[in-house]
């Protein structure tokens, strides 16, 4: 991908660095974390890079306290999707090519100065997107038997496996890990859910009782507990969870959004208006409405509703922090839509740009004639399908609301969770209308 990024044609629906990313990889990403869970963070190709590096350059340091938190990764997200947008990288190769490079240069950059998975956790604003979209998944990785692990006393899950120590010794110098415990600082006895679990596995080769698996979950479930988790805390008390999580759905909203006619015609008349003849500050300030300023007033026009009608002591802050959760599902399933909306209409599209780039590289078809004429679902067909995304997460962010209520409290949670249930309606309907209409086919001839 790299190589055709900067070396191939600098025409996207022709280049595989912008078909595989923005159409084929994304579309599987949503699928797989739907159906088998964090499967892409367990592949990812930037760990075997990181690990290749620490070889060479051990890490030295710990990650900061102040920066112990999601609040770098949601700026970077946030940044993702702006450039997403401003450098048009859905048709820009060698751009998608210079930010796969830069990906591996900050992985390689940080992990070879802080200890741990501190990219993985804290940075890559990917894993993020995997994090709490794997909430959903029917799969996690768990402990088999509780029992066993409460009689363990060597804890290598989290700690690692520790070459054995000669005997007889006096020497109390630490002993060289042979085999990594979990780097993201979730204790599996403890750990409840997906969340911050790249499906690396290293917890389950560490323990030496085979206790540790990939095992089914109900989706959804552990949005709706509240507690403090191994590696985590209490996510109803962790404001940067919460904007990860509001982050998350509206992002999905713009970014689907930024696709359709109207944004063309709100753009055209913010610059006639403001008088602006260029792109960047109109989409800043898009963004800025998109991101914070809607979210903000939505959110808090809720929470105010929903303190009005319990008379809650609470304050506005913990009710969003509270129910802000809620928003994973709708925000995943506008992914889904959106994602498989591009996968399934140009899903065949990858076989002739596979076959043009063989033959330019090697003079010769190898693969055959270059089958331009394949495409992929009919939009008819693919439109029920996002219809039905959409539901399924209107539907989980709905038994959400439901169940944070009845944490919350059990005498009115009927109250407390009429004004969540009045947004979710919202954002589907939002979402609804965004779909229905002509949307861009980016990276593929279908548009361009």
Wanted: net charge positive; charged share 10%.
């Amino acid at each position: 991908m790299v190589a055709h990024a900067f070396g191939g044609p600098q025409w996207a629906p022709k280049n595989l660095a912008t078909l595989l990313t923005w159409v084929h990889f994304r579309g599987l990403v949503v699928l797989a974390l739907l159906f088998a869970g964090n499967l892409f963070c367990m592949a990812c190709p930037f760990v075997l890079v990181r690990d290749l590096a620490r070889r060479l350059h051990p890490p030295r340091w710990k990650w900061p306290k102040v920066l112990r938190n999601k609040w770098p990764a949601v700026f970077l997200f946030a940044t993702v999707l702006f450039s997403y947008e401003l450098f048009d990288l859905w048709s820009n190769p060698l751009g998608t090519g210079v930010l796969i490079v830069l990906y591996f240069v900050a992985i390689v950059v940080v992990d070879i100065s802080f200890e741990r998975a501190t990219f993985c956790k804290y940075v890559c604003p990917v894993g993020q997107f995997n994090f709490l979209s794997s909430l959903l998944s029917p799969w996690e990785v768990a402990v088999r038997d509780p029992d066993t692990c409460a009689n363990c006393r060597t804890k290598e899950c989290i700690l690692g496996t520790t070459a054995p120590r000669p005997e007889p010794s006096v020497d109390f110098q630490p002993l060289p890990i042979l085999q990594r415990g979990c780097e993201l600082g979730l204790y599996l006895p403890r750990k409840s859910g997906n969340m911050d679990c790249t499906f690396c596995l290293d917890c389950a080769a560490a323990c030496p009782h085979d206790n540790i698996g990939i095992l089914s979950q109900m989706p959804a479930e552990h949005l709706t507990t509240s507690g403090v988790r191994s590696g985590i805390g209490a996510p109803e008390r962790r404001r940067d969870l919460a904007a990860l999580s509001v982050l998350f759905c509206f992002g999905a909203i713009l970014n689907a959004f930024a696709m359709i006619q109207p944004v063309y015609a709100l753009e055209s008349y913010v610059a006639t208006w403001l008088h602006w003849n260029v792109e960047w500050p109109i989409l800043t300030l898009l963004f800025l409405f998109g991101l914070v300023i809607i979210p903000a007033v939505m959110l808090g026009t809720t929470a105010s509703v929903c303190k009005a009608l319990t008379h809650s002591p609470l304050h506005l802050s913990d009710i969003v922090c509270s129910y802000a959760r809620s928003l994973v599902p709708m925000g995943f399933g506008i992914w889904l839509a959106h994602y498989g909306f591009h996968f399934f209409t140009g899903i065949l599209t990858v076989i002739p740009v596979t076959q043009a780039a063989v033959a330019s590289t090697f003079g010769a078809a190898y693969l055959g004639r270059p089958a331009w004429q394949l495409g992929g679902l009919p939009e008819r067909v693919v439109y029920v399908l996002e219809l039905g995304f959409l539901g399924l997460g209107f539907i989980g962010s709905c038994l959400v609301v439901h169940g944070i209520s009845h944490q919350v409290s059990q005498q009115l949670a009927a109250k407390m969770g009429a004004p969540w249930y009045a947004l979710q309606v919202l954002l589907l309907l939002s979402a609804w209308w965004i779909m229905s209409q002509p949307m861009e086919m980016r990276g593929t001839f279908l548009g361009g």
